[in-house]
């Protein structure tokens, strides 16, 4: 069993910077895929990137590419998101989930078992 509680989220302009964090509690954080999830007003829930349960592999969308950078500290049981140069459209609320699943099935909403009760960022523009 995992629970996880996202942080960080808030208001920030056009432009700047956030960092999000999901800390974990239960033994088998280390062994989960951890995920970050976005889902704005009217819309589904969207895959916004992962890391894996090492922290070697990572993937993103193609929306926040080269913008966000995923990181974990397996020793803090905690997954961070990086979020530079935002842009009004980043705007949503955003999880943490985990999974156990292959790289193939990371994007998919339905391979995670966890997941966060989410944290707002706003970005005006």
């Known amino acids: 069993q995992l629970q996880l509680v996202e942080s960080g989220g808030g208001l920030v302009q056009a432009g700047g910077s956030l960092r999000l964090s999901c800390a974990a509690s239960?033994?088998?954080?280390?062994?989960?895929?951890m995920g970050w999830f976005r889902q704005a007003p009217g819309k589904e829930r969207e895959f916004v990137g992962a890391?894996?349960?090492?922290?070697?592999?990572?993937s993103y969308a193609d929306s926040v590419k080269g913008r966000f950078t995923i990181s974990r500290d397996n020793a803090k049981n905690t997954v961070y998101l990086q979020m530079n140069s935002l842009k009004s459209e980043d705007t949503a609320v955003y999880y943490c989930?985990?999974?156990?699943?292959?790289?193939?099935?990371?994007?998919?909403?339905?391979?995670?078992?966890?997941w966060g009760q989410g944290t707002q960022v706003t970005v005006s523009s």
């Open positions: 989930a985990a999974t156990q699943r292959g790289r193939d099935y990371w994007s998919d909403t339905l391979s995670y078992s966890y």
């Open positions: 239960g033994r088998t954080f280390s062994s989960h895929v």
């Open positions: 890391i894996s349960w090492s922290g070697g592999s990572t």
